[in-house]
């Protein structure tokens, strides 16, 4: 109950009329009360917007980053999710904007009204008893449960646990050393020559490894191209873009075995002339979607813990009937 409920609810039952003064003071802190409480609020809502809208980015960047299809999938979807999160905590917000509000004018109106009434001669018995048993149930009332201390040692354990893992999962990267790595095929492009033509060749592959790793290498400036590989005469095991900043993230998730393979490839942009190489390489092979679909839930619940908390911390301080 907020400081003033008291002395106002006695100014209902009082006969005497209350001092000018003492209602221009209790307008004032009913004002000052309810728009601190709003401000608080706001001050949720605008900390869960800017968290939503730097994860909005950050994804948005690797989204147009990335050259895996399935990892812009997971991305998109995780972009959709934050965006429609914004939308649900502004309607939290304004249903709450709209609760204060409207408890404000009523409170009001009862300063209003307990300014009025002793001219009457003050409340009638019924009415009064009416109040004080509203007074005892308010009094009774049950207060918003607060966590227990094992809820807490849970919740503090799983945020560290989803830190950590965030951690390790954003840290561990494909392995694009080329220490022993083979060379299967190379092939100098020249914007000039080759820009916006869709070529073809074949290459052999002698010794088999992991997986491929093709790497686009501009002179200078920016690169990127559209490639398919795949054993001759059989349906392509890659299709999709690559430039220059896939050597830190790309590998084909198919090995190189043995026998004879056909590339093909249409560059697309190109400051200067660039080299086109495929390595085999025997690093294991990360499945990118499982790992980024982890590093977004770990991500998640180090965020939502945080603001979930303080978002109780704040509602219960504010009114215990909105924390429970």
């Known amino acids: 109950m907020d400081p003033f409920?008291?002395?106002?609810?006695?100014?209902?039952?009082?006969?005497?009329?209350?001092?000018?003064?003492?209602?221009?003071?209790?307008?004032?802190?009913?004002?000052?009360e309810y728009r601190r409480k709003q401000r608080v609020a706001g001050r949720i809502l605008w900390v869960f917007l800017a968290g939503s809208l730097a994860a909005i980015l950050f994804m948005y960047w690797l989204f147009f980053d990335t050259d895996d299809p399935k990892l812009t999938l997971v991305l998109a979807?995780?972009?959709?999710?934050?965006?429609?999160?914004?939308?649900?905590?502004?309607?939290?917000?304004?249903?709450?904007?709209?609760?204060?509000?409207?408890?404000?004018?009523?409170?009001?109106?009862?300063?209003?009204?307990?300014?009025?009434?002793?001219?009457?001669?003050?409340?009638?018995?019924?009415?009064?008893?009416?109040?004080?048993?509203?007074?005892?149930?308010?009094?009774?009332?049950?207060?918003?449960?607060?966590?227990?201390?094992?809820?807490?040692?849970?919740?503090?354990?799983?945020?560290?646990?989803?830190?950590?893992?965030?951690?390790?999962?954003?840290?561990?990267?494909?392995?694009?050393?080329?220490?022993?790595?083979?060379?299967?095929?190379?092939?100098?492009?020249?914007?000039?020559?080759?820009?916006?033509?869709e070529w073809s060749d074949i290459f052999e592959v002698k010794q088999g490894m992991n997986c491929f790793h093709p790497i686009l290498k501009p002179a200078a400036g920016h690169a990127q191209a559209q490639i398919k590989v795949g054993p001759e005469g059989k349906p392509y095991n890659y299709q999709g873009p690559l430039n220059d900043h896939s050597r830190f993230w790309f590998r084909t998730t198919f090995g190189a075995t043995a026998g004879r393979y056909v590339i093909r490839a249409k560059l697309e942009q190109a400051g200067a002339g660039c080299t086109l190489r495929v390595y085999g390489t025997d690093a294991p092979k990360i499945d990118r979607y499982p790992h980024a679909f982890l590093l977004m839930i770990l991500g998640g619940i180090v965020v939502a813990i945080p603001i979930v908390w303080l978002q109780y911390r704040a509602l219960r301080r504010l009114d215990p009937d909105l924390a429970r």
């Not at 409920?5 to 802190?29: F, G, I, K, W, Y």
Request: aromatic fraction near 8%; glycine fraction near 6%.
């Open 5 to 32: 409920e008291h002395e106002l609810r006695n100014a209902l039952r009082s006969p005497a009329p209350m001092p000018a003064t003492d209602v221009v003071r209790l307008n004032q802190q009913i004002a000052r």
């Open 77 to 197: 979807i995780g972009i959709i999710i934050a965006f429609e999160g914004t939308v649900l905590m502004k309607l939290w917000f304004w249903v709450l904007h709209s609760k204060f509000a409207t408890l404000r004018e009523i409170k009001l109106l009862q300063v209003l009204i307990a300014e009025r009434l002793p001219a009457a001669g003050g409340l009638s018995a019924p009415d009064d008893i009416a109040l004080a048993a509203g007074d005892a149930a308010a009094d009774e009332r049950p207060k918003a449960p607060w966590p227990t201390l094992p809820w807490r040692i849970a919740l503090g354990l799983v945020w560290l646990g989803a830190l950590a893992g965030w951690i390790y999962c954003f840290s561990v990267r494909p392995d694009t050393s080329l220490d022993n790595a083979v060379l299967y095929y190379e092939k100098t492009l020249e914007p000039g020559r080759d820009i916006g033509k």
